[in-house]
């Protein structure tokens, strides 16, 4: 029994990392070109609707990916619009993507699918599968060498779908792109001192779009899990909060790829385990009686800001984070 529940808690840590892991990611490429995303949160409950709407419709998982991409670039292009191109305050262009992805999610369904913001469940054989067959079999292929191999081995590491594992190499992926590549030394540079990179006969705005794309990109994936993986449907507001998690990941994570890994995997163990908490009694001496499902609901959000607050000491931004470049004649 205990192998069956740490390979179940390993299996919902991943699951639920995965979607803040590519959001947090998409924050960090973006941030660290000096560009402000708090938009993270808007991009991924478009992209989420955006792969319900064309998947249910197309009853393909690629159009529906490509959806959710080609939307959240767009949103990413036009808070690039805002604020490298027009140099807008780039915290209220972001807050502007998530009220509007917010609302108008909800508009564009009902007027779609009259099913109240909701749309139609993506059919199953188009929704991700894990890519290895039922854990179960698994277990009982290798139950010679004992019920652990299956049950967290088995269940809690290979039963995912592609982007669960996607999401995990990306983290290696961005680490060498930024710290191995010269577009992505730029890049770092871009977010430090945009005036060298202009001094160098460098691009600073295509820079930062370049950025953007990367970020639209990453929570289009982000939004697509939601509904193809996750969920079978898009609801009103899904997103529940995630992109405001994974742009806090990003800054515990101090704006570097594998801190923010574990950030995140912080956040979906302990979502995991609150999950499991449901129905769950206190002790008779703190008065007996089930443990209020709202208290258990707010466990993961508030024990993640008290873990990662007291764990993460000094976090220095890159030093022309929100600062539009305005280049010097």
Known sequence: MDEILIGSVL???LRVSTPLLLCALAGLVAERSGVVDIGLEGKMLFAAFAAAAAASISHSTAWGMLAAIGVACLLSLIH??????????QVVSGVAINMVAAGLTVVLGIAWFQQGGQTPPVAADVRLTGLIPAWSELDAAVADLGPWLGAVIGHGLLSHNSLVYLAFALVAGVWFFLERTKPGLRLRAVGENPAMVDAAGVSVPKLRYAALLINGLLCG?????????????????MTAGRGYIALAAMIFGKWKPLPTLFACLLFGFLDAVAIRMQ????????????????LIQALPYLLTVVLLAGFIGQAL?????????????
Do not use: H, W
């Open 317 to 329: 931004a890159p030093k022309a984070l929100g600062r539009p470049y305005v280049k010097e004649r």
């Open 80 to 89: 690039g619009f805002a604020c490298v191109s027009n140099r807008g305050d």
């Open 11 to 13: 299996a919902s840590t």
């Open 221 to 237: 994936l982000a939004g697509s899990y939601l509904v193809l993986a996750q969920n079978a449907a898009f609801s009103p507001n």
């Open 279 to 294: 129905g769950a009694v206190m002790p008779a001496g703190l008065g007996g009686g089930e443990i209020p499902v709202q």
